[in-house]
Every structure is written in C-alpha cells, then in structure tokens.
C-alpha cells in the first residue's frame, strides 16, 4: 500500500491535465521582459539628472565627513555653494547628470590636487567653467587662506586617494 492517500492520486491525475491545457508561459515570460526593460529605461532616465548625481555626492562627502567628525566645517559650505551653482547651471542649460561627473572630475584627479590648496584651486576651476565668477572669486580668496595641514583638508585628500 502506498503512503499517499488515494483522494491525492486522484487530485494529481485531474489537475495535471489542467496545467497542461492552461497554455504557454511564454507570454508571461515576455510580458516580464518588457517590464524589465522599460523599468530599466525609466531608472537611468531618473539616475541620469543634474539633481540626482549632486545628492550622491553630497552623501559621500557627508558620510565622509561625519566619519571624521567635521561635518560643518566651512569648506563643506564651500563645496555646498559649489554643487548648488553646478545644479542651477545644469538644470538651467537642460544637461544631463553625466556632465555633471565630467565636471566634478579635477576634484577627483590625483595628478592635481596634492594639497588643500590645489582643491580649492580645482573648485576655481569648475566655477569658471560654470561661468560663476563670483563663486571663483570667494574661492580664489580662500585658497590664498587654507592651511595646508588641516584635518579636514588631510581627510578629503585621503578619501580621493591621494
């Protein structure tokens, strides 16, 4: 005698017609791949802006910061005054999140920035290249200020990798 009751066997041998006669799956393999890339499309559309990239950066300068305990310190007002003109600017000229990467990318370049003073020098740099003089002007002022041994200076500098 079997171990499966006899109501079972009868149940299984009814509804494995049933499974057979329901039709292919295919479509809802399709359907599930369609869905897929159109969320894919909508995602990298939504990645892919000004405000997006900036609130990223933001994070892992925050993060970064608060890990050394020196999260309102005045360069991170500076640089906060830097990615809101950058997203002003780029919102303004309708660009696209990864010119804000190939905009940002001096202040991630090893080769040029060694000390403090050469990242304000990059920070220069990008206003210019944003056309916000006022901001290269009030940066210009500072980079003649910093002091080369600053903590917080000798913590970004590492972060970069330098």
């Known amino acids: 005698m079997s ?11 009814v509804a494995q017609p049933v499974a057979e006669s ?9 359907g599930g791949v369609v869905l897929l890339i159109i969320a894919g499309i909508y995602g990298y559309k939504k990645i ?9 950066v933001r994070k892992k300068n925050l993060k970064e910061m608060k890990k050394q305990g020196i ?13 809101n003109s950058i997203e002003a600017y780029m919102t303004e000229n309708k660009m696209k999140g990864s010119d ?12 040029r920035v ?3 003073k050469d990242m304000y020098n990059s920070m220069i740099y990008i206003a210019n290249e944003i056309k916000d003089v006022a901001l290269a002007k009030e940066f210009k002022n500072k980079s003649k200020q910093v002091k080369s041994s600053s903590a917080l200076m000798a913590g970004l500098l590492k972060r970069a990798g330098i």
């Open 3 to 13: 171990d499966v009751p006899e109501s079972v066997a009868n149940i299984a041998a």
């Open 22 to 30: 329901s039709g292919s799956v295919w479509g809802y393999v399709a």
């Open 48 to 56: 892919n802006q000004p405000a997006f990239v900036i609130k990223q």
């Open 71 to 83: 999260e309102s310190s005045e360069f991170m007002v500076d640089m906060d005054k830097l990615l």
């Open 100 to 111: 804000v990467v190939t905009l940002l990318k001096p202040l991630n370049d090893k080769d």
């Open 114 to 116: 060694k000390t403090p």
